[in-house]
């Protein structure tokens, strides 16, 4: 008896791929927004954090979106 590989197809790995990459800036954009608050003389870089972040979420959330209403 043989054991079947199963392989995640393409358009698997490329959804994990996207989440993954997505997840890295999310935490990329966490970081920025920490190191902004804390010192004063960076706020600006805070706030830009926090608009990058909710951006990635939202980006990600219409990616999925499209990806379960086209199959």
């Given at each position: 008896m043989q054991a079947v590989l199963?392989?995640?197809s393409?358009?698997?790995r490329?959804?994990?791929d996207m989440w993954t990459v997505l997840l890295i800036l999310l935490?990329?954009?966490v970081v920025l927004s920490i190191v902004g608050f804390?010192?004063?003389g960076l706020m600006w870089l805070g706030i830009i954090g926090i608009v990058l972040?909710?951006?990635t979420i939202i980006f990600g959330i219409i990616r999925q979106r499209a990806r379960r209403l086209k199959q």
């Open positions: 199963c392989l995640p393409r358009d698997e490329t959804v994990r935490v990329a954009w804390v010192f004063d972040f909710v951006g």
